[in-house]
Structure formats: C-alpha cells, structure tokens
C-alpha cells in the first residue's frame, strides 16, 4: 500500500492525466470512470443484444489479475510524453516489503493506489480497435460489426 504522501501524489498525477484520457477512451468502457457506473454498462449490452438485433449472445470474460499482469515497458510507452512518466514508473517499479523482505515489481500496478484504476483502464485502452470493431462518434457500433464489446471493472475479486 502506498504511503499517504505517495497516495496524495497519485491523486495529482491522476489529475493530471485523466481529461486527456477521458476524451481518448472508447466510448464502451465503463470501468473505474468517472459518471460511469455497472448500471450503464449493463444498458449498454441490453441495447446491443437485444431481441431485434443481430447479435444474439453475450460472452461474459474475466481478465485474471489484470491489475497484477499489466506490462510496464507497454503502459509507459503507450502513456507516451507525460511529464511525470518517470514518476509513475518508480510507482510501477516500488515493488512490496513482505515479512521485512523486499520484492521487486516486474509488472501490474500498484495496489491500493489511487492512479491504479486509471493506469488498468490506458493499458485496455485500444482492445476494440486491434478487434477491428469500429464506432460511429454517438458510441454506436458501425453496421456490419461482427461483434461488440463493453468493458467493465469493479475490482471484485473472482473466485477460481
């Protein structure tokens, strides 16, 4: 867990980073965003899947330890010029004392930070454009879309 000064510094550079982010995400992610909620993410496949559609399942899939798995050379890279890239990469890097043993971080984001949400959600960012899925600027899929996505995030752990 981060320090309350380190926790006080993520919430400035989250501050920072989040409008840019904010106006790039795609327009079905719903995860840790500000006035979005489990609720819009649940209309949002009911519009899609509904009766007079033509997409007629949902596929309900789990990221296992997404937050523990998330790549750092690709997280840093893909946040690009930031000025505080640095920062949030020692953040990435701090790695946990356990029993009085130091353990460093190779990858995922720190736990129980407050920039921690929004580094998982820039990670995810872009997994509907490698799926080829394409959207008009109203968040509707374009015709002929073979499938959809809706991403969302609680933070809930999945029992195994």
């Known amino acids: 867990m981060p320090t309350i000064l380190e926790r006080c510094k ?25 006035r979005r909620s489990a609720h819009d993410a649940i209309q949002k496949i009911f519009c899609i899947a509904r009766a007079q559609g033509t997409r007629h399942w949902v596929l309900d899939a789990d990221i296992k330890s997404a937050f523990d798995n998330i790549d750092h050379n690709f997280l840093i890279k893909t ?8 920062m949030i990469k020692k953040w990435l890097q701090a790695g946990v ?9 190779v990858a995922g984001t720190p736990q129980g930070g407050i920039i921690s949400p929004l580094l998982a959600n820039i990670a995810l960012h872009g997994m509907e454009t490698l799926l080829g899925i ?8 374009k015709q002929g879309q073979p499938y959809a996505v809706v991403r969302y995030a609680d933070g809930t752990p999945v029992q195994a």
């Open 134 to 141: 394409q959207y008009w600027k109203n968040g509707k899929p």
């Open 10 to 34: 993520q919430a400035i550079v989250k501050s920072a980073l989040e409008p840019y982010w904010e106006a790039k995400f795609e327009p079905v992610s719903y995860g840790f965003r500000p």
């Open 79 to 86: 946040i690009g010029g930031f000025p505080e890239r640095n």
């Open 97 to 105: 004392l356990e029993h009085g043993n130091y353990i460093p971080s």
